[in-house]
């Protein structure tokens, strides 16, 4: 039997996954495959710094732990089918690889609108060649943009067009207010007012049916049959999991792989996942499994699931809780950031402004049963500082039972 | 162990703090603040606040 640890997905978890592997023990050999030509980088700034030319690659590269020094890596090759009975991946040249223990980080691609138009002048991002791509058309001078959702990738491009000086920047959601998704609508309120004040523009409660224009977009069809003008469409509509590769093997991917509490994948305890493509129960709430596509969960996961998986490849016992971690995120967009901790999408129910005001600088407590389950932070730093000295008190909170 | 903080990348997330209190913390203006040769022992502490940092500002030479 192969001792081989094959990570699939060079990106971020992949990465943490590896040198969370070493810092657990195992010493055996690892190979890590990756779809992109890039050695693993910090996306983010992709949004942000790189769509506005101020960060080059070598500056978002992760700086790989020591330990990894040895690992063999793969890339711009991908895993096109694995069968976890052969304990087998197999890459898109053809290459088969037995593994030993495997580690699914495979991650999420864009979703794209399947409505009729032109290709052209359309985009989405998640890549270091997405960013470059749309930074070259952002910067047009005149361009009109029109971004489609407005969740966290929308409103950040949409603060960032505007900073490069694009002639309008229209931000299209179904929803009736931006990122009421993550944040409710007490602080969904307040992020609209900033955007507005700065010069975003917002057509909302409407979906998109169609793109005008013969080979170029021009123009962005809304639901009542009015056009939003566009030279850029930026399409942010959320992701889905990178998952056909492991068709086949009776596991559930309904959306992203279903893992235990210790992120081990179809009750074996060869595969983990990590990253967003798992849909992991967080002990720290509740039974439910769920992805997060938090920045913190690469990590986070990486460093549970790895020890997971050292145990077993080296017989030995872990001796793990189950998987309960504080999630964390943040978000700049214009000149204000937004602060997480613990997960406030399970209290929008409840949300209670705990310190300053909606205005200005602003600290909400997200509540389920009456607990506090989240805090966000809108502003500037006096707000962050404030999420941070809850954060703790998010911590010491016994699990929640559903 | 030597901790360098590149303080032009540092946007004051303060991850590292939560990570690594014993090597980052806030000083009283806010600003962060770092031991620079913290002690062996505090290896595993300091790579996870490295880990942790979204701006990726922290580099650890031996």
Known sequence: MSTNVVVVGASMAGLRAAEQLRAAGWAGPITLVGEEPHMPYNRPPLSKEVLAGKAPFASLAFRPRAGVADVEWRLGTR???????????????GTVLPYGGLVVATGMRPR???????LTGRHTLRTLADAQGLRE????????VVVVGAGFIGCEV?????????AEVTVVDPLPLPMVGPLGELLARALLRRHEQRGVRFALGTGVTGFEGAEHVTGVRLDDGTVAAADVVVEAVGSVANTEWLDGNGLDLTDGVLTDGQLRVGGR?????VGDVARFPNARYDGVPRRVEHWSIPTDTAKHAARVLAAHLTGTDAGLAPFAPLPTFWSDQHDFRLQSFGAPVLGKEDVRVLEGDPDGDVLAGYHRGGRLVGVVALGGRAAAAAAARHRAELLKQPALTA | MKVVVDMNKCQD???CVFAAPDVFRFDDAGHLAHVPDPDDALRDEVEEAADVCPLQAIRIED
């Not at chain 1, 794209?112 to 032109?118: I, N, T």
């Not at chain 1, 305890?269 to 996942?273: L, N």
């Open chain 1, 269 to 273: 305890h060869d595969v983990i996942a």
């Open chain 1, 137 to 144: 058309s952002l910067t047009r001078p005149g361009a009109r």
């Open chain 1, 112 to 118: 794209r609108l399947r409505c009729p138009g032109p």
């Open chain 1, 79 to 93: 895993a096109v089918r694995a069968d976890l009975d052969r304990r087998v991946v197999e890459l898109d040249d």
């Open chain 2, 13 to 15: 997330h303060g991850q």
């Open chain 1, 158 to 166: 949409a603060a960032t067009a505007v900073a490069l000086g694009a």
